[in-house]
């Protein structure tokens, strides 16, 4: 991502930058779920208007970058100016985190989906002859590296970098969990259409339910480290072990093929951010607004 080649951010005396100014995070969302979700849909309008089966991901990646990355730079650079795309900058690429983090999200997160599961339903049925424990492993860090390049690190560039941090520089870190939680939850909704209206509206409060305790685990994560590499590591993580995308099937589901283990990654991530929120007695990590100039979040 590279800084515009503008010395000011547009005056506050404009209309637009104005409203953008007093409402960033109104002014986000409205391009989200308009432009962003129109992308998205393209696919599931063109199966309802026409039979046509368009593949999904070239839709959701340009949903990504231009309902989620673009409103999150163009914002960023109205209300902070190029100090604030620094900031954001430094924030994304920031690898210099301890590597008990990287340990977590690359090794610890999918450990404990594993074990979790197999308490539940037994060791895998497929032996390690059948599916070599290496080859999954490379499986895992290939799909793993797919979803974390392609989508995971700029969907949590917007939804932690931008929203869910300017929301806990305001609200605190809890509060911001349970803003944010709802909003990414609905920037999913393309995905989760099928089924009658019962079931689609039973999806998406189940999965509601879910993003609130996983969002306040990515705080946890974002506020320890200072960093999105690590939360986007944890988000692509869990997508990896969950269900098949660019790269094929999850982890879970090689492992146990056919029990649809897959849709139980993200509350079990749910399950632990319930677990951290008492464990930091609901800071998440965060420290006060006026310990916390360096990350220059504005509300």
């Known amino acids: 991502m590279t800084t515009p080649r ?30 962003g979700q129109a992308l998205a ?9 026409s039979g046509a089966d368009l593949p999904t991901e070239p839709f959701l990646l340009a949903a990504t970058f231009v309902g ?20 954001l900058r430094q924030r994304t690429l920031n690898v210099w985190v301890p590597p008990r983090w990287y340990a977590f999200a690359v090794v610890g997160v999918p450990m404990i989906i594993v074990a979790l599961w ?22 895992f860090l290939l799909q793993l590296v797919v979803v974390f390049v392609t989508f995971n690190l700029w969907e949590e560039l917007a939804w932690m970098g931008f929203v869910q941090a300017r929301l806990q520089q305001r609200h605190g870190a809890i509060r911001a969990a349970v803003l944010t939680g709802p909003v990414f939850a609905l920037g999913h909704v393309s995905q989760v259409i099928e089924g009658s209206v019962t079931t689609v509206i039973a999806t998406l409060a189940l999965l509601v339910a879910v993003c609130i305790p996983f969002r306040a685990l990515q705080a946890l994560v ?16 869990a997508n990896a072990a969950a269900a098949g995308s660019l790269a094929g099937a999850g982890l879970l589901d090689r492992l146990y093929p ?38 220059g979040h504005r509300s």
């Open 258 to 295: 056919g029990d649809g283990a897959g849709g139980l990654v993200f509350p079990i991530l749910g399950a632990l951010g319930l677990v951290a929120i008492p464990l930091t007695r609901g800071r998440l990590g965060h420290r006060a607004p006026a310990a916390s100039h360096e990350m």
């Open 118 to 139: 197999a308490a539940v339903s037994g060791p895998p049925e497929r032996a390690p002859g059948s599916a070599p424990w290496l080859v999954l492993c490379a499986s």
């Open 41 to 49: 849909f393209v696919p599931l309008i063109a199966r309802w208007s």
């Open 68 to 87: 989620l990355v673009l409103p999150t730079i163009v914002i960023t650079w109205i209300t902070e100016g190029r100090e604030g795309l620094r900031a």
């Open 222 to 237: 974002y506020n320890r480290t200072g960093s999105l590499i690590p939360v986007a590591l944890v988000h692509a993580a």
């Open 6 to 35: 503008l010395s000011q951010p547009p005056t506050a005396r404009s209309g637009i930058a104005a409203a953008v100014r007093r409402y960033p995070i109104g002014a986000f969302l409205v391009w989200f779920f308009t432009v």
